[in-house]
């Protein structure tokens, strides 16, 4: 176990750890699932690299657009399928199955509660309220405080920071949130934005020139969907 723990860290010290299991983007940004290419190949999908953050030992954003359900069965994010789902037809975990529609499925949300100005500060409650505006059915729920104390390690202590839940639930993943996050980005000024999170990627307008998401700083893997920000966009106010 000690030589385990050394040479993980040796591994991770250069450069940071893909999310085996999570999502990717791949080729024409359809829903890919990062992993060790055999995997990927076995369930009969395709890789591309580069779409997995540093893309670590042998993970590859692997993607199956053809499987058996209906004239266009394709593998995608259960969460993103707005016809039915199969089982054991695509690479990865449990919730890549092949879905139904070809149509992109994002969201169909009924608006989501809008926090009430106070303890979630006025700042994040018009920034909140402007994606959802723009993003009518995507955002499914909305998140500001955290009990913790101010200043502290989130901005979601100060109430200065929203999580937009853009998935059917907490903990299952989507790719529908690369467009709000970009959104997000291209609307700074008038958010007040001190940075975003989508998909294991920050931008910090005080640090980053605009840029498309896939090229935003990659973040370390934390272990889950939620960490790595696959279910919501993270957005901090200043
Ligand atoms: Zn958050």
Request: hydrophobic share 35%.
């Amino acid at each position: 176990m000690h030589f385990k723990t050394l040479l993980i860290t040796a591994l991770a010290a250069p450069t940071v750890l893909s999310a085996v299991n999570e999502p990717c983007y791949g080729t024409g940004s359809v829903a890919g699932v990062c992993l060790a290419t055999a995997d990927c190949t076995a369930a009969g999908g395709s890789s591309i690299t580069g779409a997995c953050p540093a893309d670590a030992a042998g993970i590859r954003c692997c993607f199956k657009t053809s499987c058996t359900n209906g004239a266009s069965g394709n593998c995608r994010w259960t969460s993103d399928c707005s016809g039915t789902s199969v089982a054991n037809q695509c690479p990865g975990p449990s919730g890549m199955k092949c879905c139904s529609s070809s149509a992109t499925g994002f969201g169909g949300y009924s608006s989501p509660t809008i926090p009430a100005v106070g303890a979630c500060q006025a700042v994040a409650v018009n920034g909140a309220s402007a994606v959802v505006a723009a993003w009518p059915g995507r955002v499914r729920e909305i998140g500001c405080v955290r009990a913790c104390a101010c200043p502290g390690t989130s901005d979601h202590c100060c109430g200065k920071a929203v999580d937009l839940m853009c998935s059917d639930a907490g903990g299952t993943p989507t790719i529908s949130g690369r467009e709000i996050a970009e959104w997000v980005m291209n609307n700074r000024s008038t958010l007040n934005l001190k940075y975003v999170i989508w998909g294991q990627r920050i931008w910090n307008p005080s640090v980053d020139s605009v840029m498309a998401w896939n090229s935003w700083r990659s973040m370390d893997d934390r272990g889950d969907v939620t960490q790595n920000h696959w279910d919501h966009v993270h957005v901090s106010f200043n």
